[in-house]
Nanobody
Framework: QLQFVESGGGLVQPGGSLRLSCVAS????????VGWFRQAPGKEREEIAC????????TYAASVRGRFTISRDNAKNTMYLQMNSLKPEDTGVYYC????????WGQGTPVTVSS
């Protein structure tokens, strides 16, 4: 059913860290760029990180650059997002997909950053 299954979200205090995981099913990610996206309450979904198929040339939205790190394990068909120095404005539902958003969205994993 779902092309992607995201996990690792939760409630964290400002300045804390979380590591998100995304497992892709039904297709092989190894030849595709991958990305992380988030949707804050009341806002549209936005791309926050993208990574090429070989793991090189990561790109980040300005809002997360320097704090988040995207990575992938092609052998496991999995991508990750390490989030450090979290801020309240990072709150939202986090989704994964290919960089080109080629597949249907999963359910996402909620992240709440609050004191």
């Amino acid at each position: 059913q779902l092309q992607f299954v995201e996990s690792g979200g939760g409630l964290v205090q400002p300045g804390g860290s979380l590591r998100l995981s995304c497992v892709a099913s039904r297709f092989n990610l190894k030849s595709l760029s991958v990305g992380w996206f988030r949707q804050a309450p009341g806002k549209e979904r936005e791309e926050i990180a993208c990574l090429e198929s070989d793991g090189n040339d990561p790109t980040y939205a300005a809002s997360v650059r320097g704090r988040f790190t995207i990575s992938r394990d092609n052998a496991k068909n999995t991508m990750y997002l390490q989030m450090n120095s979290l801020k309240p404005e990072d709150t939202g539902v986090y989704y994964c997909n290919t960089g080109g958003q080629d597949f249907s969205w999963g359910q996402g994993t909620p992240v709440t950053v609050s004191s």
